[in-house]
């Protein structure tokens, strides 16, 4: 699930739900609000946000979680 | 708090959502969290061969029993929706098939010169002499005389 650090969040994302492809995608979306840093393991992508301003802080993982979710959607569309 | 295949945490706002996959395909699950996304945070985790767990959280204020029902409303519903596009995929593959064909101009020739063909006027054999013209048969009827 979400693990909160000091400033940054880690989110552990599992391989067989969630498309490496869109996941850097969305990381790249991301970057005027955050700082990221990805670690791509056997199983699951981990994804650490920095945000650039604290008010984003709150939902900054849960909005990444359903924007990769909305570009997964938009890929199986096409 | 447990109620079937919920679990609801009040202290995080959140509902988790327990789904068997033999029951419910990942791909009805994908579709049914895609309804989901534009008032609620999801995010998906879990077994894919055992259990995969959705977890609900509203971005307003919401009954997270109601919003966990109304998932799995939604799971039930595609997965009818699944079941009944397999079933109807060749109707639908004919209907598209023939769609294409009736607008494909070189066939629509095709047709069109074998329908010439036929009508065209040939002598037929009428051996025992039972075959009546047509419009000695249907044609117009000349005024009988009172």
């Known amino acids: 699930m979400v693990k909160k650090q000091k400033k940054a969040n880690k989110i552990i994302l599992k391989k067989s739900f969630y498309d490496l492809n869109s996941v850097k995608e969305a990381l790249k979306d991301f970057k005027k609000v955050c700082e990221s840093n990805v670690i791509i393991k056997k199983n699951s992508i981990e994804v650490i946000l920095k945000p650039n301003k604290i008010y984003l802080e709150n939902n900054l993982t849960n909005e990444f979680c359903n924007y990769v979710l909305g570009l997964m959607k938009n890929k199986s569309l096409v | ?146």
């Open chain 2, 1 to 146: 708090m447990g109620e079937g295949n919920l679990k609801i945490d009040k202290k995080e706002n959140k509902v988790l959502i327990s789904i068997n996959p033999s029951i419910y395909p990942l791909d009805v699950i994908y579709s049914a969290s895609y309804v989901f996304l534009d008032k609620n945070y999801v995010f998906l985790d879990g077994d894919i061969k055992k259990r995969i767990l959705v977890e609900l959280k509203p971005k307003e204020k919401y009954d997270l029993k109601k919003l966990g029902g109304e998932f799995n409303n939604e799971l039930l519903k595609y997965a009818d929706y699944k079941k009944r596009s397999e079933q109807t995929k060749q109707v639908r593959e004919m209907i598209i098939q023939r769609a294409l064909f009736t607008n494909d101009p070189s066939i629509i020739n095709e047709v069109n010169q074998e329908e010439k063909i036929d009508l065209d006027d040939k002598e037929f054999e009428d051996p025992e002499g039972i075959a009546i013209p047509w419009e000695e048969k249907y044609g117009k009827k000349t005024k009988k005389s009172k």
